[in-house]
């Protein structure tokens, strides 16, 4: 008993989001796999629940986790309000809580506990509303889903381009639960924008792309910018030439130029049936990076505070680039890339042509 | 429109009730006294059981008023006319098939006096409430079947529920829409006797196809046709009316050449119809 | 005369129903690492139970029932943030709102088929759910409602991990709630809903006020989901949009009527089942659990309630309505 | 006359429920035969096993030959049963005349002939089931039963809720067909003399039992006897 | 303006597909088959592997996809429906629901749980401009052809439904199970043809709306709600009322969507309400029915 380390991984296995939680698990096993299960003498055991999405599910999954099995981490979160129904259980018990995919800003001030290895949403957004008056794109019509990320993304790169001396000329909100998206494509073909901003949860991507091109939207001049949930990995091949020049930002690519990537994607598709990692993936498996680091350090040792105390602050190498948890706002501090979809050896990537060093989440920079 | 000068207890002044293009009662007037034994009689499809379902408000009248001793109930609910002491019973049996028949005559009698809207007390606890079903139960030969589901009850002891229901209602006008279609003769005149043994304040409109009970029961009639009033009168009068004959009582003996057919009897008091009635026969709606 | 005695009969407390009560109440410290499930399944338990006061008594289908749930819950849970965190007074609040929107629901339920209210019904709810997302000031949007305290129960009990205080509290007030319906669908009103149900002509036709029943019936039901939302809340600290999901009532509809409807145990039976069974399964298979719930729901049909679960067919003799 | 019906050792009821114990009975072609009893006890129950729609446990029946009670109930009809069920069950999201071409099979009887027997229905014709007064309910249900062209008409309570002028039609216009058309029919009446008077044969049943068989004379020209069987006190 | 009139044309069409198999078992055969979403996946699924893996042809899948959904409906209706058309309503929910979830897990576990991707035809993807200004109309040449084979499908049913004796036999097996069988009607055969072709339709709903709807196992449960809006405002006696009520609500989505943006999840659900508590009996009943 004593010699187990318990990671309870509280994901969506089923549902909507059900591929978020497989990405996950899988990258988690794999670090497993690559790294040894066992850590500073300690057996390292990985309990896998399924949320269903359901935030009351997560928390209580997550006490259950704490109460009964008596974990060392609490992992995993795929949408927002899990994340955040449970933080108050980190608070009570101690037990540092890592964040592998949730994305909203404020997920890390609900506890103390809690420490991110995702990303954040408006650390992609700003990233690219850096990028576009750049490069020729000054006014934006937006177009994201109506709930709290999407809501950080309008914001943060409307904010920022305005900033920039660019203009958000209107905001889009479209319900989460929207199978047709031809009004709203409409009404930007009619706003005559420079570009359309997008950010959608993973799954629309496709359909709003689709219909973009279908809309004539591309060939009324307008650009289409997105955060790099619209052009996930995961699904990305399956687009169709239509998705070829999609500029987007995000912080992760299964194509990003480095040996340590190289080595994640390779082996992850060979574990996995050969599926492509995603930014949920890398997000997973540098979450176990977090936590076997921390645990090294306290050498086994001391409870949830000391490896919260060593989680702060790490610095590594991770496939998506170097990255940092920052030990004040224990958010994850990254390059953010702009990428292009180009077809390379017959399949879709997102190529990396530009870079934005050590982002910090804006949310936090007031 | 002659013989007794009762008060009229419930009154209808021109009843128009349209479905689409057909006029099922056209401007209807009838009149019910009170105590009376009144009978609708009428062709199929007369319009007898829509009059019944304009009176007890399942229909609202295209044009046409309602009266109920003495007030306008034509807007009321129907729950409401129930109230004020309007009860029927339906052709088609509407009963509460997953209920028991004690289940179904407690909570009758509940609502009755005033209990429907317990929630705290169990029904049945009140003890005239029990004594009541039970004598109901009794009355309608259905003691024995009191706690099966009123679902899988036959044919004629659903009938017999149908009618416990609507004494249970303790009505002073009573709607009868062929109230004995489907009991057996011989329980026949026993459940009208029940009826018109209620108290002699009680009206009651009887409608019903069995002649033989119709006059041995009523003591006025009203004949409907095509959702016209065709006549009214005493028993005697209408058993000798040929108009009547022609378009629903038919031949009288000479069907007898088929046996004796129950309608055709004619009522004690009445004499053999004109044979040139006889005639006319095959479409009573010509 | 034996018309009273039988009808009395079925009021009647079984032997075996105390004994249930008993092991529920004895269940959070014989089992202490079950009772947050134990507090769930008493929480959907109730719901349940509210639910089939409308469709197993009363006859009408709902697809909204989260609706009351939902308002309930945000009610208790914003009460306990900006005023006081006093539970139980936050469960009158949740209750109380919940009846509110019921009363003002019971409107668009009177007329029209199943499926007609079904839809009204599922509409409403996820109005307010596009509400609930839009009043994101108070509610705090998609984001859920975050910052709920809530106060020790009786002013002793603090709501502890373990979740045996909020165990005990779903379980009381689940309690209570069920010995209500017990008296109200054995009473005089509880058959004059019965009555509805089985024929509306009929039961008009015998001085029942239809529609005012059927509101009474569904705005009472209202209040007792609003209660169940309420515990949820308040035993979680938290309140967010998917209480008021399809899915949310949708899974309560599948729990009554797996346990059974028009019988006020079917509602905490099917509670049992179904959360004990999701939890063991999805336990064993995270990812495909759904598969096993399927088939368990096919088979349950095809084979028939009575058949399958023995032990509560002979337990609930005489105790079906 | 040939055998059309023969009936043995019937048992049958609702489910694990049996309601007919041990019926036996035969009818002729264009034979009609009067079915009496007290309520609940088992006519309705004998005439749907004919037609099919109960649980047979037991017993045969052979309708010309073939062998009935191996048949499916919608086999029924293309061997000759044409059923008109006690509470009419008029599909009620059918028009009048789709009610009757939904289930006609070619014969002499189409719904022109309905119409023509009944004319209060072609002016209804477009009415749907539920659109019918009782009585017209019951005219399009022995209707509907009629354009089977069935060589065995199983009637149960026909004339209930018919004016009486309809029901001397009606009783003569089976007369008619039945010996005319020699088409023989099972009827079940409340009002045995009615029925009795048009009827070949007459058989009573007590409690799933065949209490007596007989002529329709013999029991027509002793009404105590009849009263006695039908337990009806006078 | 026409531009938006013609995008809610073709996703109300859209939703009809999608929802007129349901009509047909929920409406006609009065069993909630709540499994309907499944049949439709199922179609899209025949669509998306064919074509992936074999490259069959677009235009040839769709009929595959019908056939296929029909077989596995027949399929199923000999062996697991039959029993439960005389069971209640509610059971009937908790049967065709259990099969979801099964057809969900399913799916997930032989294909995976990623969004499938239809590539369509060059021929169906372009788009055609008519005029300019406000009155510009732009119409894709797939939402064209959805329209196209919606309004056939229609006329084809609506023809069967009303004109046939098979749909009067099958409305009379539907009332009467019982005595439509005594009465010599093969209520077994009616029921089975009936729902093997409801199903089709399903898989031939699912299969044209996989392209614009996206296409994952969650596919069933996620559109459910659509598929019993449209049938529940229709009316479930007639096969127009359900299209009618797509085509209403479709226009009133897309044009609510593009005239008031923020309202955009509402509109559907307060019109369906209106709607509903205005005519209880859906939009477009038999005159005078109960
Ligand atoms: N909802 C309706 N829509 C259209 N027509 C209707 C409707 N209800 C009744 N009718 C028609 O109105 C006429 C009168 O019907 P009603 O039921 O009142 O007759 P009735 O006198 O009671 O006949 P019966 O003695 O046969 O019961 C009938 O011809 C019937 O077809
Ligand atoms: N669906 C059913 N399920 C169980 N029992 C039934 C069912 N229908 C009828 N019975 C029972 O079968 C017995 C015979 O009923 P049946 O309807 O055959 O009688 P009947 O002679 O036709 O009576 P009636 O004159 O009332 O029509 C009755 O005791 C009845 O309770
Ligand atoms: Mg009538
Ligand atoms: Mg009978």
Redesign the pocket.
């Known amino acids: 008993q004593d010699n187990t380390f318990k990671i309870g991984l509280i994901l969506p296995m089923t549902g909507q989001q059900a591929t978020t939680g497989r990405q996950i698990e899988a990258a988690a096993r794999l670090y497993m796999a690559q790294n040894g299960d066992t850590v500073a003498g300690k057996k390292i055991q990985l309990i896998i629940k399924d949320d269903t999405s359901l935030p009351d599910a997560t928390r209580r999954l997550a006490q259950e986790l704490v109460v009964n099995d008596k974990v060392n981490v609490l992992a995993g979160f795929g949408i927002t309000p899990s994340a955040l129904a449970t933080a108050p259980i980190a608070t009570q018990s101690k037990t540092p809580m890592v964040v592998m995919a949730a994305a909203t800003s404020s997920i890390t001030q609900a506890s103390p506990y809690v420490v991110r290895s995702s990303f954040t949403l408006p650390q992609v957004s700003v990233a690219l509303a850096d990028w576009a008056p750049k490069n020729g794109i000054k006014k934006v019509i937006t177009l994201v889903s109506d709930y709290g990320p999407g809501i950080d993304a309008e914001k943060y790169f409307k904010d920022r381009l305005t900033f920039n001396g660019g203009q958000v000329t209107e905001a889009l909100r479209v319900p989460l639960r929207n199978p047709d998206f031809a009004p709203f494509l409409q009404k930007v073909r009619d706003g005559k924008p420079d570009a359309l901003f997008v950010f959608v949860p993973s799954g629309a991507g496709a359909a709003v792309m689709k219909q973009f091109l279908e809309r004539g939207l591309d060939k009324a001049g307008i650009k289409l910018i997105a955060t790099g949930d619209v052009t996930d990995d995961d699904q990305l091949n399956d687009m169709g030439d239509g998705a070829l020049g999609v500029v987007t930002s995000h912080h992760y690519s299964a194509a990003h130029p480095s040996a340590l990537n190289k080595k994640f994607v390779e082996a992850f598709g060979k574990a996995n049936k050969g599926l492509r990692p995603n930014f949920m993936a890398v997000g997973g498996y540098d979450g176990m990076r977090v936590i076997y680091e921390a645990l090294k350090t306290t050498r086994g040792q001391g409870g949830g505070d000391a490896l919260l105390a060593a989680m702060k602050g790490q610095l590594f190498e991770s496939p998506r680039g170097k990255i940092f948890i920052d030990a004040q706002t224990r958010d994850i501090v990254q390059d953010v890339y702009l990428r292009k979809v180009e077809k390379k050896d017959g399949q879709l990537y997102n190529v990396e042509f530009d870079v934005i060093k050590d982002v910090k989440d804006p949310g936090k920079a007031k | 429109m002659s013989t007794s000068h009762n008060e009229t207890v419930l009154a209808a002044q021109g009843l128009v009730m349209r479905f689409g293009g057909i006029t099922a009662t056209n401007h209807v007037t009838l009149n019910l006294k009170k105590g009376a034994r009144h009978a609708l009689i009428g062709p199929n499809g007369a319009g007898k059981t829509t009059l019944v379902n304009l009176l007890t408000g399942v229909l609202q009248p295209t044009e046409g008023r309602i009266t109920l001793e003495g007030r306008d109930i034509t807007g009321l609910a129907p729950h409401q006319r129930v109230a004020r002491g309007m009860v029927r019973t339906f052709q088609i049996n509407q009963l509460f098939d997953s209920l028991t028949p004690l289940q179904t005559l407690a909570l009758t009698v509940s609502q009755q006096s005033g209990l429907g809207a317990k929630w705290w007390q169990a029904l049945g606890q009140s003890k005239p409430v029990a004594e009541r079903c039970a004598q109901l139960l009794e009355q309608f030969h259905l003691t024995e ?1 009191m706690d ?1 589901p009123t ?9 017999l529920l149908e009618i416990a229901i609507a004494l249970a209602c303790e009505p002073r006008v009573l709607l009868l829409d062929e109230p004995v279609a ?1 009991v ?1 003769a011989g329980e026949r005149e026993e459940l009208l006797q029940t009826v018109a043994a209620l108290p002699a304040d009680v009206s009651v409109l009887l409608i019903e196809h069995d002649m033989d009970l119709v006059f041995s029961f009523a003591n006025y009639m009203t004949v409907l046709v095509n959702g016209t009033l065709l006549t009214e009168g005493t028993p005697d009068q209408i058993a000798n009316d040929p108009q009547v004959k022609a378009v629903y009582l038919g031949h009288g003996e000479e069907a007898n050449a088929a046996g004796p057919l129950q309608g055709a009897k004619a009522p004690s008091g009445g004499s053999a119809a004109p044979a040139g009635a006889g005639s006319m026969g095959a479409n009573p709606h010509g | 005369m034996n018309a009273q005695p039988s009808l009395l009969n079925k009021s009647r407390w079984k032997p075996w129903e105390p004994v249930l009560w008993l092991l529920a109440f004895v269940a959070p410290v014989l089992l202490p690492s079950h009772a947050l499930i134990i507090n769930e399944i008493a929480i959907v338990a109730l719901f349940a139970v509210s639910l089939d006061l409308i469709l197993g008594y009363t006859g009408i289908v709902s697809l909204g029932h989260a609706a009351f749930f939902g308002i309930g819950g945000y009610a208790a849970a914003l009460f306990a943030k900006l005023v006081m965190p006093d539970p139980l007074l936050g469960l009158l609040v949740g209750m109380a709102v919940a009846t509110l929107l019921g009363a003002v629901c019971s409107l668009t339920i009177m007329r029209g088929s199943d499926l007609t209210r079904l839809m009204v019904t599922l509409g409403a709810a996820l109005i307010l759910l596009e509400l609930a997302n839009k009043l994101d000031w108070l509610t705090g949007g998609a984001d859920g409602l975050q910052g709920v305290v809530m106060g020790p129960l009786l002013g002793h009990f603090e709501f502890d991990l373990t979740g045996r205080t909020a165990a005990y509290y779903s379980l009381t007030v689940l309690l209570a709630f069920f010995v209500l319906m017990r008296r109200l669908v054995h009473s005089p009103f509880g058959a004059t809903l019965m009555a509805i149900r089985d024929n509306r002509l009929r039961a008009m036709a015998i001085g029942i006020p239809v529609a005012s029943k059927l509101a009474v019936a569904y705005t009472a039901a209202a209040g007792v989901a609003g209660a169940a939302g309420a515990l949820l809340t308040q035993t979680t600290g938290f309140a967010s949009l998917d209480l008021f999901e399809f899915h949310r009532s949708a899974d309560v509809l599948l729990i009554l009527v797996i346990g059974g409807t028009g019988w006020l145990y079917g509602g905490v039976a099917g509670a049992i089942v179904f959360k004990l069974m999701q939890d063991a399964l999805s336990a064993i298979t995270p990812q495909y659990w759904t598969f096993w719930i399927g088939l368990f729901l096919v088979v349950l049909v095809l084979v028939g309630r009575e058949r399958l679960i023995r032990p509560w067919t002979w337990m609930s003799r005489g105790g079906r309505a | 006359m040939a055998e059309l019906l023969k009936v043995e050792k019937l048992r049958a ?3 694990e ?1 049996v ?2 114990h041990d019926v036996s009975l035969t009818l002729d072609e264009g034979a009609t035969l009067a079915l009496l ?12 096993t004919l037609a099919g729609a109960t649980r047979q446990h037991g017993g045969s029946i052979a309708l010309g030959g073939v062998a009935l009670h191996q048949l499916a109930s919608h086999e029924r009809a293309a061997v000759g049963i044409g059923w008109v069920p ?1 509470e009419r069950n008029i599909f009620k999201s059918l028009t009048v005349h789709e009610n009757l071409t939904a289930v006609a099979r070619p014969g002499k009887w189409n719904p022109d002939g309905v119409y023509a027997m009944f004319p209060r229905l072609a002016e209804r014709k477009t009415n749907l089931g539920t659109q019918l007064s009782g009585g017209e309910q019951q005219m399009l249900a022995v209707g509907r039963a009629l354009v089977l062209n069935p060589r065995l008409l199983l009637l ?2 026909p004339l209930e809720g018919l004016a009486p002028i309809i029901v001397e039609e009606l009783l003569r216009a089976i007369r008619r067909i039945t010996r005319e058309e020699g088409l023989s029919a099972i009827i ?1 009446e ?1 009002h045995p003399q009615a029925i009795l008077a048009i009827s070949d044969r007459a058989v009573v ?1 007590d409690r ?1 039992m065949v209490a007596h068989a007989g002529t329709a004379q013999e029991l027509r020209e002793q009404p105590e006897r009849l009263d006695r069987l039908l337990g009806v006190a006078r | 303006m026409l531009t938006i009139l013609f995008d809610g044309i073709a996703y109300g069409m859209l939703l009809f597909i999608l929802a007129v198999g349901l009509a047909v078992t929920m409406g006609l055969m009065n069993f909630v088959n709540l499994a309907h979403g499944a049949f439709a996946m199922v179609g899209g699924y025949i669509t998306v592997l064919l074509m992936q893996r074999f490259d069959t042809p677009f235009l040839l899948c769709l009929p595959l996809a019908f056939i296929g959904s029909a077989l596995l409906g027949g399929v199923l209706e000999r062996t697991l429906y039959r029993p439960l058309y005389h069971k209640p309503h509610l059971d009937q929910v908790l049967f065709s629901i259990g099969l979801v979830f099964m057809a969900v897990a399913s799916v997930d576990y032989f294909i995976g749980s990623t969004q499938q991707i239809i590539q369509l035809p060059a021929w169906l993807k372009g788009r055609t401009e008519l005029g300019n200004g406000a009155w510009m109309l732009g119409m894709g040449h797939y939402r064209l052809f959805i329209i196209a084979v919606c309004a056939a499908l229609t006329v084809g049913l609506q023809y069967v439904l009303t004109r046939t004796r098979f749909g009067s036999r099958l409305r009379a097996s539907v009332d009467d199970q019982r005595v439509a069988a005594g009465l010599g009607i093969n209520v077994n055969v009616v029921f089975f043809s009936t729902f093997a072709f409801g199903s089709g339709l399903a898989g031939l709903g699912g299969a044209l709306g996989a392209e614009v709807l996206g296409l994952d196992p969650g596919f069933p449960l996620k559109f459910m709600i659509y598929f019993l809006i449209v049938v529940a405002v229709g009316g479930t006696s007639s096969i127009t009322g359900p299209l009618l009520a797509a085509l209403l609500l479709g226009i009133a989505d897309v044009a609510g969507k593009y005239y008031i943006p923020k309202l955009g999840a509402f509109i559907v659900y307060s019109l369906m309400i209106l709607i509903l508590v205005w005519r209880p009996q859906g939009l477009f009943v038999r005159k005078g029915g109960k």
């Open positions: 079947v099966q679902r899988v009850l036959a044919y004629g002891k659903r009938r489907g057996p | 009821g609702y489910g429920a309601v007919l009893g007290r309520n609940g006890t088992g006519k309705t129950t004998l005439i749907n006690q149960d309570e079940v409340q049943l799933g």
